[in-house]
Each structure stands twice: as C-alpha cells, then as structure tokens.
C-alpha cells in the first residue's frame, strides 16, 4: 500500500518507519432484526489515526456500536500472533442487547508511517540506552 502523505522533516529518515493495517468495517445483518441507526452494508474505514467514511454513504455512524468498537481498532491496525484471537475473531455484536447487528473488521492493507509524523516522543537512542 502507500506511504503517509505527510511531508514533514524528520532527521530519523527512512529508519523510524512503522507499520499499520487499514481496517474496514462493514455492518453485518444476522438472524435478529436490527434496531439502532446502522444498515447491512454500511461501512467505514480505520486509516491511521482517522475513521474514514465512504463517500457514497450516509456518513455517519451510531455512537454506541462505535464505542464497542472503537478499543479493538487499534488493536487490530497492528501485527498480532498468528493464534491470537485478536488476529481470528473478527465479528464484534451491537451492544445493545435488542440489536442483531455485528461489524465484520477485515485487515484491507498495509501502510506505513513515520514515527516523527505521529508523536513528540523521540525513539530511543540505536544503542538502547534510555534519554
Ligand atoms: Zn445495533
């Protein structure tokens, strides 16, 4: 996949670069009626740091699901133990108990970042010596 888009200095150069999965998420109907602001097909995607919504869709997203999804995402964004569960499961349910609703989260691809671009804290010296 691509690179960040970002295009400011770093004195760390091609070194500091790291490695994340784009995530989408697609709202899955099951044998239960779904009854919050969410429809079979609806999805967003997970690039970075941003929740990215497809232009052809509504947009927007009900809080609630959000909220049960939003601690796995990062989660998922990174490498994980081929037995891992968090590398397996990937159907998370609606949390509210009256709702059929799940959200399939599929790995789409890799992108990489640069570790100046997104934080102030500095990686550790090459000789592992903490600053
Ligand atoms: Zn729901």
Known sequence: M???NNAKNSDDGADDR???YDLRVDVVATDRPMVCDHREGEYFLVIGEQ???PEEGRRRF???PLAALLPLLPAKQRSTDDKDWMTTDAEI???DPHC???FRITRVGKRSFSHAET???PLPPKDGKPT
């Open 100 to 102: 059929g609703g799940r």
């Open 51 to 53: 929740i990215v919504f």
């Open 119 to 121: 934080t102030a804290v």
């Open 2 to 4: 691509g690179s960040s």
């Open 18 to 20: 790291f490695t994340l």
């Open 62 to 64: 009900p809080l609630y």
């Open 93 to 95: 349910a609606c949390p």
